[in-house]
């Protein structure tokens, strides 16, 4: 898998404490052929209580600033996401993008100013995720990283039928059959209001 831990250690090398604040920027280069693109690359910062997402398209017309205790943050395409989880909540996060040579999405998370007495130095760690957005590898993680492939208002269709999808794909074990049986259940699912929708016309 495509984890690994970031450390940035501080170090005050002088004979005063110094006080620091620390910031860490992600980048994603937008591919935006057309203006469906815009929505489906986006921005989420998890707080305790809730996913926020900032759509692309969102992004280019102001920042969006998140404060609190931020959990981690995510910038994701349609199929493939970077995930940064610090060790320590984040004190703010601000998502923009910008026109440059490329349309990029930019994440950061802003850490709150601590003192460092003289000669000592404080570490930040990371958490990075870079990879396909698999329901069962983002689960594993255990931090809720799996919430992005559910969020909106038909995320949790999407989610049951990825659910069911790979349930059908244990049993007949090929892709191709599970999505004719997926196909088969939604239609007999739907047949009361097909039936319905022909009786009106």
């Known amino acids: ?71 981690w943050q995510a910038l994701c395409e349609k199929y493939f996401g970077i995930f940064i989880r610090p060790a320590e909540p984040a004190a703010l996060s601000q998502v923009t993008a910008r ?46 990283f799996e919430g992005v492939l559910s969020h909106g208002f038909f995320g949790i269709f999407k989610l049951w039928l990825l659910i069911a999808l790979q349930w059908a794909y244990g049993v007949v074990r090929n892709y191709g059959w599970a999505i004719i049986l997926i196909t088969c259940a939604v239609k007999l699912l739907f047949t009361p209001l097909t039936h319905m929708s022909f009786e009106s016309m």
């Open 99 to 144: 026109r440059e040579e490329a349309e990029t999405l930019r994440g950061l998370l802003h850490f709150s100013s601590q003192e460092i007495a003289s000669l000592s130095s404080r570490k930040y760690e990371f958490l990075v995720y870079a990879g396909p957005q698999y329901y069962k590898d983002l689960k594993a993680f255990g931090y809720g």
């Open 1 to 71: 898998q495509p984890v690994f831990w970031v450390d940035v250690e501080v170090q005050n090398l002088s004979p005063q404490p110094q006080a620091t604040a620390f910031e860490l920027e992600s980048a994603l280069t937008l591919q935006l052929k057309n203006r469906n693109d815009g929505a489906q690359v986006q921005s989420f910062v998890a707080l305790p209580d809730k996913l926020n997402s900032v759509k692309a398209d969102q992004a280019l017309k102001k920042p969006h600033i998140f404060e609190g205790k931020i959990l």
